[in-house]
């Protein structure tokens, strides 16, 4: 569950990613909202799988509300993607595999999202 004080950081992560001027090297508001899309995804499995983390599907839904509300993509369409891009992954892996990547893979968005909070 989102706690208010973990709102402003997020805000503040949203902001100073997407405010960067696009020759800087972190990553593009389109790369951005790729990856906070994918994470929100599998973080979501994970927690409908009951795996614990310190940083929540909201947490990550807020990000790509803010990355929205910035640059006006479309977060929603980055969401269809990011389930298109691990169903297929599941087609090509087997559903076990795919499973596995994905909850190893919000444990790492868990960790991205710590760095960015600056925790």
Same mark, same amino acid.
């Given at each position: 569950m989102l706690k208010l004080g973990s709102l402003?950081?997020?805000a503040a992560v949203g902001i100073a990613f997407v405010a960067a001027p696009v020759s800087a090297k972190g990553p593009s508001p389109k790369k951005l909202m790729e990856i906070s899309a994918s994470c929100a995804y599998v973080v979501g499995i994970a927690e409908g799988n009951e795996v614990q983390l310190n940083y929540g599907s909201a947490d990550w839904m807020n990000v790509i509300r803010l990355i929205e509300q910035q640059?006006?993509?479309?977060g929603e369409q980055s969401l269809i993607? &990011? %389930?298109a891009k691990y169903n297929k992954r599941t087609r090509a892996m087997? &559903?076990?595999e795919a499973y596995n990547y994905m909850l190893g893979?919000? %444990?790492d968005c868990d960790r991205e999202m710590a760095v960015f909070q600056g925790s």
């Open positions: 402003f950081p997020l640059t006006g993509l479309d993607s &990011a %389930k087997g &559903a076990d893979r919000s %444990k």
